[in-house]
T-cell receptor, first 115, second 111 residues
Framework: DVKVTQSSRYLVKRTGEKVFLECVQD?????MFWYRQDPGLGLRLIYF???????EKGDIPEGYSVSREKKERFSLILESASTNQTSMYLC??????????????FGPGTRLTVL | GEDVEQSLFLSVREGDSSVINCTYT??????LYWYKQEPGAGLQLLTY?????DMKQDQRLTVLLNKKDKHLSLRIADTQTGDSAIYFC???????????FGIGTKLQVIP
């Protein structure tokens, strides 16, 4: 059974703290993604990675960075958390381009609150 | 870039059909998806359609694609209370892995 896990379901941090969100997939997928989900805004892509040590900016990368040192793990880093980064963060992975639709498999999400 | 739009909310009675609509802007879109998100969970793929298809049926789900109008719809027949969730339309363009999601339509099923 395919699985994407995220390190925490709920996280509370203070403004200015450095925050690490971890995502691990067990499907040997090349592609991994970080989204944030906000009411009325849907899912917005922060960063994605198509291979180890490779990363691409998504639509809203400001204030975030990522790390992909191993194929199965993709980390999202908030260097200095701010209250406007309070959100639900979703990680996803997908196989390389194929004829089968390239489904993205999502983790359960981390609800981050920055006080 | 791609823009994907869908309405925020839909309410139906149990046993009726639900139709969730979506419009997109990029005519070079290749794959179009419907994902379902239940409360407190991540998204799960319900179904997808390739851009050279007009329709796809999978049990209670029917996807219709009108490429001329850039309109995608998801019909759920015999809607059940367990179908209550947020439904996201998503579109992939060209050969890229990036997928653009709509804001999600919250489906409420009234018993």
């Amino acid at each position: 059974d395919v699985k994407v896990t995220q390190s925490s379901r709920y996280l509370v941090k203070r403004t200015g703290e450095k925050v690490f969100l971890e995502c691990v997939q067990d499907m040997d997928h090349e592609n991994m993604f970080w989204y944030r989900q906000d009411p009325g805004l849907g899912l917005r892509l922060i960063y994605f990675s198509y291979d180890v040590k490779m990363k691409e900016k998504g639509d809203i990368p400001e204030g975030y960075s990522v790390s992909r040192e191993k194929k199965e793990r993709f980390s999202l880093i908030l260097e200095s958390a701010s209250t406007n980064q309070t959100s639900m963060y979703l990680c996803a992975s997908s196989p390389p381009t194929s004829g089968k639709g390239n489904e993205q498999f999502f983790g359960p999400g981390t609800r981050l609150t920055v006080l | 870039g791609e823009d994907v739009e869908q309405s925020l909310f839909l309410s139906v009675r149990e046993g009726d059909s639900s139709v969730i609509n979506c419009t997109y802007t990029d005519s070079s879109s290749t794959y179009l998806y419907w994902y379902k998100q239940e409360p407190g969970a991540g998204l799960q793929l319900l179904t997808y359609i390739f851009s050279n298809m007009d329709m796809k049926q999978d049990q209670r789900l029917t996807v219709l694609l009108n490429k001329k109008d850039k309109h995608l719809s998801l019909r759920i027949a015999d809607t059940q209370t367990g179908d209550s969730a947020i439904y996201f339309c998503a579109v992939r363009s060209g050969g890229y892995q990036k997928v653009t999601f709509g804001i999600g339509t919250k489906l409420q099923v009234i018993p």
